[in-house]
């Protein structure tokens, strides 16, 4: 990826304009956490739950984000190895227990995952539009966008797997859909980890070759 700095220097989000936006989408993903959980809920959609956790699991590493915006790159690292460990975490929690829905005789409201999963794709398309100037930043920056990049991917998904539900009368439809969404959650964990550790590497090249 080129840098978006100039010359391959990678923006570290240190940036007035950067934080702002940063508070918006914190606020906006908290909001979407509740309204979709509870709608997953109601609805039975394995789909929209794992949408959810993607939601309160964003608020929560964007406001790592912000704690370590102008700290040192082993602090920023270490803030987007731990986002990368908790994206695994998620992946590994959805796959799970969608295996264990499988099991579970049930059908989801296809209107209500229909409806919600819309909303949630409005929030997550303003989240992206605020963040896409800075998706080329260090592990910590690009994180984010990655995460917000996977919300609008999951936003769609689950409005797909809401027509399918809707279409086939079956479950199988939002099974598969969350299947895809904790597939996307532990690529994304991947990339972020490899980023973070080689960002540490390089840093520490540079020291070495300084002292």
Wanted: glycine share 10%.
């Amino acid at each position: 990826m080129s840098g978006c700095c100039g010359h391959g220097a990678k923006f570290d989000g240190v940036s007035d304009d950067y934080k702002r936006r940063l508070w918006i989408v914190i606020a906006l993903n908290a909001t979407m956490f509740v309204v979709e959980m509870t709608a997953g809920h109601y609805a039975k959609s394995q789909a929209l739950q794992a949408d959810a956790l993607d939601f309160l699991g964003d608020a929560l590493t964007y406001g790592i984000s912000l704690a370590v915006i102008g700290a040192s790159i082993r602090a920023r690292t270490n803030a987007a190895l731990a986002k990368g460990l908790s994206l695994f975490l998620m992946g590994s929690w959805v796959l799970g227990s969608t295996v264990y829905r499988v099991f579970y005789v049930g059908v989801p409201e296809a209107e209500i995952m229909g409806v919600v999963g819309f909303l949630a794709l409005l929030t997550n398309l303003a989240s992206v539009l605020l963040l896409v100037r800075y998706k080329d930043g260090d592990a910590n920056v690009r994180s984010v966008w990655l995460c917000s990049r996977n919300d609008a991917i999951g936003n769609v998904a689950v409005m797909f797997a809401a027509l399918g539900v809707w279409g086939t009368a079956t479950g199988w439809p939002d099974l598969i859909v969350a299947t895809i969404m904790a597939g996307l959650f532990l690529s994304s964990s991947v990339q972020i980890v490899r980023q973070a550790l080689a960002e540490r590497r390089d840093s520490k090249f540079h020291q070495q070759i300084s002292a």
